[in-house]
């Protein structure tokens, strides 16, 4: 690959006794500016990464045995792409496909994009803001890259500190399922450059027996000689599957800290193993069971952004006093403690102790449906909630107007309940559907399965994070009138809505405690239109220090500050489905139309100019 020249060179395999390599054709089709890093071979094609520096990058294709000719063969993949892999996703089945794995660098991404068509690029892990990665290999369903933070000039980024990701590509398919098998952390700075997969190393006689193939890749569950096996691997040689690891112990730095040694052999049990170390990894698992538990100490809640704002962990020591046990629990909560939160509303410990954990909150779903209404019922106002009192970070809310208001009947939400039923069917609700037919924003993947786990939605409009540049999804055209009926009962005017949706919570979903962050929420008013609901919903916000439950009956509007700390139950048998609007009080800066099968990243947004087609502003 020459970057520089912006050219492909393909030369022959230089033999003993030759001086110069010997070029047998050139593929001139790029400059520069494309600044082209990596290529990856599928049968006679030549797919050529074009990192396009500044601009959104994309995947060319060159047919060898062909006119020699580049064709776009996939856009958007990123910014400042680096990296191409090839995945064989072999099941035992015989079922299975192949998929090109990408470096979304700019955006601290891994992306995937299936070879045969069945579907568009998307981003498949994201790591946290600030990050950009670089160096990728794929060995078996395990994605191997490095991260490191990005910005500042040269360098800042030789300073940075890397860390190694292996990324479990099977569980990647499925947002929302946590993928990393391991993060660690390297002994040198600055950006990874290149990792090495098995079929790269040389092939030096190496000691221990020879054993099968079955055996130095097991983590990969084949079948020796499978035909869907990928050729590199049915052609490892036999010197490579005598290896035996260098080490199984951790090196200490000079800080302290341990680090596997770079020069890694493949032990008995397979290649995982040979960057697995039995001790790291037990005190890997330790601390990711301690955050998922989340041990709270009572005052930990903080509210920083959208994907940050929610009640924050804070790791707490074996102390007896503090420690989340259940007899921890008991002596705060006792049965008299619980008696109150019929009349007095419920204590937001008792929410943030259990909620930091999957096991749901340490109520009872009966505790949770006796949570008492707020007071103040007779006396909500149906005027629309003041844009200033979403100003505090985290709203302490005095009474039930500061968090909530009447916004009266709507008769359209029958003829809305009516289209849903007509015109989408259960699998629009699945976000893999939606991917194909409608549109999907990546990048809040980590928060929904964190906060809104199970909890599905359709979506017609959605916003930048600051509220600004709206995006209108294809599924807005085929409710377009109903939703402009409800939007009209309403007195909402629609060029002024940023956000629309539809958000299904299935029986037994839980939607966390947590508080919305952004402009898009200072900017715009929370607008409920309850569609499908039953009594043992339970929506509960903070007022006067404990949670209290809101008024929601099907067919009744209503505004909530969002601002407020708020959670939700489903204890019913039967599905609760809300239509929620955003509305601003001014017209967004511009609108854009996605396309059906695009994907944007919700991170980037707007600068990610080849995300819609702009149609005002």
Aim: proline share 6%; aromatic share 6%.
């Amino acid at each position: 690959v020459n970057t520089r020249g912006g050219s492909i060179v393909r030369a022959a395999v230089p033999r003993e006794g030759d001086k110069d390599l010997q070029v047998t054709h050139t593929f001139p089709h790029w400059s520069r500016a494309d600044h082209l890093n990596q290529v990856a071979l599928v049968s006679d094609t030549l797919l050529v990464n074009v990192h396009a520096r500044g601009k959104p990058s994309h995947i060319d294709g060159v047919n060898l045995n062909g006119s020699g000719e580049a064709t776009l063969v996939a856009g958007g993949v990123g910014t400042q792409a680096h990296g191409l892999a090839i995945w064989e996703d072999c099941r035992d089945d015989g079922s299975g496909r192949r998929y090109l794995i990408n470096l979304n660098s700019g955006q601290g991404g891994v992306g995937l994009l299936p070879l045969d068509g069945s579907g568009p690029y998307r981003t498949i892990w994201t790591g946290k803001d600030g990050t950009f990665t670089k160096g990728l290999a794929v060995v078996g369903n395990v994605a191997y890259f490095g991260s490191s933070k990005s910005g500042g000039g040269l360098k800042s980024r030789l300073e940075v500190t890397v860390t190694l990701v292996a990324l479990d590509l099977r569980k990647a398919l499925t947002p929302g399922l946590d993928a990393v098998v391991f993060e660690r952390e390297l002994p040198f700075t600055g950006l990874l450059n290149q990792i090495l997969s098995p079929h790269y190393l040389p092939s030096a006689p190496l000691p221990g027996p020879p054993r099968e193939r079955r055996a130095l890749l097991g983590h990969q569950q084949r079948r020796p000689g499978n035909a869907k096996d990928p050729q590199e691997l049915r052609a490892v040689q036999p010197e490579f599957l005598g290896a035996k690891p260098m080490t199984m112990e951790p090196i200490s730095r000079s800080d302290g800290k341990p680090y596997m040694p770079p020069g890694w052999r493949v032990p008995e049990d397979g290649i995982m193993s040979a960057l697995w170390n039995p001790k790291i990894a037990a005190k890997e698992k330790a601390e990711r069971e301690a955050r998922e538990k989340g041990r709270l100490q009572q005052g930990s809640f903080k509210a920083n952004s959208e994907t940050a704002g929610v009640p924050q962990i804070k790791k707490v020591g074996r102390d007896s006093r503090t420690a989340m046990t259940a007899k921890g629990r008991a002596d705060k909560f006792d049965a008299a403690a619980r008696e109150l939160w019929k009349t007095e509303g419920m204590d937001p410990m008792a929410l943030k102790l259990g909620m930091s954990t999957d096991q749901g909150t340490i109520a009872t779903d009966d505790e949770i449906v006796s949570v008492a209404y707020a007071p103040g019922r007779d006396r909500v106002t149906s005027e629309a909630m003041p844009l200033r009192a979403k100003e505090a970070a985290v709203l302490d809310a005095r009474e039930l107007n500061d968090v909530y208001r009447d916004r009266g009947r709507v008769a359209a939400a029958a003829g809305m309940t009516r289209a849903l039923a007509e015109i989408a069917a259960p699998e629009w609700w699945s976000r893999d559907y939606a991917a194909e037919h409608n549109a999907v924003l990546v990048g809040r993947e980590s928060f929904m399965a964190k906060f809104k786990k199970n909890v599905q939605a359709i979506i017609f409009k959605f916003s930048d994070r600051q509220g600004s540049h709206v995006y209108e999804f294809p599924w807005y055209e085929d409710f377009r009138a109903p939703l402009k009926a409800v939007l009209d009962e309403l007195g909402l005017d629609e060029s002024k809505v940023s956000r629309m949706q539809l958000a299904r919570m299935p029986p037994g979903a839980t939607i966390k405690l947590h508080v919305d962050n952004g402009g898009w929420v200072k900017s715009a008013h929370r607008i409920h239109v309850p569609l499908a609901t039953n009594d043992r919903v339970v929506f509960m916000s903070k007022i006067k220090g404990n949670m209290h439950r809101m008024p929601a009956q099907a067919g009744a509007a209503f505004e909530i500050n969002n601002k407020a700390p708020h959670a939700v139950f489903n204890r019913g048998d039967a599905e609760r489905i809300h239509l929620l609007i955003d509305v601003r009080e001014e017209p967004p800066v511009a609108v854009y139309k996605l396309r059906k099968g695009e994907q944007c990243n919700y991170n980037n947004l707007p600068d990610n100019v080849e995300c819609g087609v702009r149609i005002s502003g």
